[in-house]
């Protein structure tokens, strides 16, 4: 007997399971929480802006009804701030699935640093989750998993690992290309060593496609504002359908660690979340030993699995 398809509209329930979602408060994040939270998880919003994320748990609880939320304090461009934000997911007790989804999405024209002083763009999308992810790591339940926000940018972006950190050149496109090559990465080392080390807990990666504000549901409160993204293309997908594959990764216990989830239509921008498959340099394993050590190094958290 073949399993049926996954259906997006009708997932299975998720009563009982509590999972961390990062940038929660907004844009795929915010769609991201609700699908999961009316499929009956608690979900955990770990967001800079208290008011943000409570203005996304009210907007959840009014068009889902009553459900599970709660809030962590969490800036991904500070160390210290995410030292905080894991020790909050800490005294949790335990939990099943990390969705580590913000990002900086409209990097700068000019080079910025996180508070210590990384490359913003790389030191927020990759950097702040490594850590956050070592941290928590040993709370993450058997059986659970960390979900990766991977990009098609990555594809796009010719990687020099050289220069993760874009200290010889910056390019907006560039930084934000090679956050998602380390985030693509990241995904796959810490697969390889969940399965090196017979852990039952597992890693995957999904990306949204081309998820544009233009074509998302309006939301009081979380999207009332104009499209922060230019959108050039004539695609009709919002941020509610750009959370599916990221929402297939995080429930669908039938894909084994290492799977990778994007949409199926449109030259893969838009649609139902299918597997795909990765650009060879973000998956390769010496890319991902290097940078699995420069990031300990880098944010001083040893990543134990
Ligand atoms: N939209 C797309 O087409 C697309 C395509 C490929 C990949 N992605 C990836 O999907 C994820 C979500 O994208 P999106 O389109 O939903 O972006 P978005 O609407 O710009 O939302 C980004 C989220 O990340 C949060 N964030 C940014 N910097 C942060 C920090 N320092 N600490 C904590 N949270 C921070 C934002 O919080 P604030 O509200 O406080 O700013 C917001 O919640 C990103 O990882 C992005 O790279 C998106």
């Known amino acids: 007997m073949t399993a049926a398809p996954w259906n997006p509209l009708s997932?299975?329930?998720?009563?009982?399971?509590?999972?961390?979602?990062?940038?929660?408060?907004?844009?795929?994040?915010?769609?991201?929480?609700?699908?999961?939270?009316?499929?009956?998880?608690?979900?955990?919003?770990?967001?800079?802006?208290?008011?943000?994320?409570?203005?996304?748990m009210d907007a959840v609880t009014q068009r889902v009804g009553a459900v599970d939320l709660d809030f962590v304090p969490l800036d991904l461009s500070s160390l210290d701030s995410v030292r905080e934000g894991a020790a909050r997911v800490n005294a949790l007790g335990g939990f099943d699935v990390l969705i580590n989804n913000a990002g900086i999405t409209g990097p700068g024209k000019e080079r910025q640093t996180t508070a210590e002083g990384h490359e913003l763009v790389v030191g927020t999308n990759f950097l702040g989750h490594f850590a956050l992810t070592a941290l928590v790591f040993p709370g993450i339940r058997p059986g659970g998993r960390v979900v990766g926000l991977g990009s098609l940018s990555a594809g796009s972006t010719e990687l020099e690992a050289d220069d993760l950190y874009s200290e010889r050149e910056y390019k907006p496109s560039r930084a934000y290309g090679f956050s998602k090559h380390a985030?693509?990465?990241?995904?796959?080392?810490?697969?390889?060593?969940?399965?090196?080390?017979?852990?039952?807990?597992?890693?995957?990666l999904a990306h949204p496609g081309w998820a544009s504000d233009k074509f998302t549901p309006r939301v009081p409160g979380i999207n009332d504002r104009p499209s922060r993204i230019p959108n050039p293309l004539p695609m009709p997908q919002g941020k509610d359908r750009g959370a599916?594959?990221?929402?297939?990764?995080?429930?669908?216990?039938?894909?084994?660690?290492?799977?990778?989830?994007?949409?199926d239509g449109m030259g893969a921008l838009a649609g139902n979340p299918v597997v795909v498959t990765p650009p060879e340099s973000s998956a390769d394993s010496a890319f991902g030993a290097v940078l699995?050590?420069?990031?300990?190094?880098?944010?001083?958290?040893?990543?134990?699995?």
Do not use: M
């Open 292 to 305: 699995w050590d420069d990031a300990e190094r880098r944010s001083g958290v040893t990543f134990r699995v």
């Open 244 to 263: 599916w594959p990221i929402v297939r990764a995080a429930t669908d216990l039938a894909a084994a660690s290492g799977t990778f989830f994007g949409p």
């Open 183 to 204: 985030v693509h990465g990241l995904a796959f080392e810490l697969d390889r060593r969940l399965r090196a080390a017979g852990d039952s807990r597992a890693s995957l």
């Open 11 to 56: 997932l299975p329930s998720q009563k009982g399971r509590t999972i961390v979602v990062t940038g929660g408060n907004a844009g795929i994040g915010y769609f991201i929480v609700e699908q999961l939270a009316q499929a009956g998880a608690r979900v955990i919003i770990a967001s800079r802006s208290e008011q943000k994320a409570r203005a996304a």
